[in-house]
């Protein structure tokens, strides 16, 4: 069974600093990783998406990524209350699937 | 802007009815997908089809069907609803280009059975 796995928080920052959100994934022939934010009653969208080995930045978000190690990651930097919210790491198993962890529910306090 | 939409944001159906959960998108996406959302249990694959009258089955398909007579449409069919299957639904598509490309999700149903 392929699985990904989050710690389901609650995470709490204070506003201005930096949450770190973390994710591993059992399928090593795994390609393609993807952040989704998802607002209470809302559905997730997509924040930023990573296949290579290492760091991609977009504004406040940086993603990181190492395959050796099976483990990606959320840097979100300068949080701010509109940041709360729960976070969806999500492994392409195949070319058509999608594995989801079951969220970290981040809270900035302000 | 894509747009993913679904029928109903709100359902309360009575156990042993047979339910219709409709999905459009407006984006000619050739991938579309159907997940159910669980406290706990996050987003699970129902059933997913990569094109018109084409589907694969996902990782819980039991207890539900699904149909895809048009490009833009796929609907979730519950067979005979069950109060296990009371949970937040939520539909996407994506195209069929790099795998990269995201999918993009509905607003989601939240179904009730009783």
């Known amino acids: 069974q392929k699985e990904v796995e989050q710690n389901s928080g609650p995470l709490s920052v204070p506003e201005g600093a930096i949450a770190s959100l973390n994710c591993t994934y059992s399928d090593r022939g795994s390609q393609s990783f993807f952040w989704y934010r998802q607002y209470s009653g809302k559905s997730p969208e997509l924040i930023m998406f990573i296949y290579s080995n290492g760091d991609k930045e977009d504004g406040r978000f940086t993603a990181q990524l190492n395959k050796a190690s099976q483990y990606v990651s959320l840097l979100i930097r300068d949080s701010q209350p509109s940041d709360s919210a729960t976070y969806l790491c999500a492994v392409q198993v195949t070319a058509d699937k999608l594995i989801f962890g079951t969220g970290t529910r981040l809270q900035v306090f302000p | 802007d894509v747009k993913v939409t679904q029928s109903s944001r709100y359902l309360v159906k009575r156990t042993g009815e047979k339910v219709f959960l409709e999905c459009v998108q407006d984006m000619d996406h050739e991938n579309m997908f159907w997940y159910r959302q669980d406290p706990g249990l996050g987003l699970r694959l129902i059933y997913f089809s990569y094109d018109v009258k084409m589907k694969e089955k996902g990782d819980i398909p039991e207890g539900y069907s699904v149909s895809r007579e048009k490009k833009e449409r796929f609907s979730l069919i519950l067979e005979s609803a069950s109060t296990n299957q009371t949970s937040m639904y939520l539909c996407?598509?994506?195209?069929?280009?790099?795998?990269?490309?995201?999918?993009?999700f509905g607003p989601g149903t939240r179904l009730t059975v009783l």
């Open positions: 996407a598509s994506r195209g069929a280009g790099l795998s990269t490309d995201t999918q993009y």
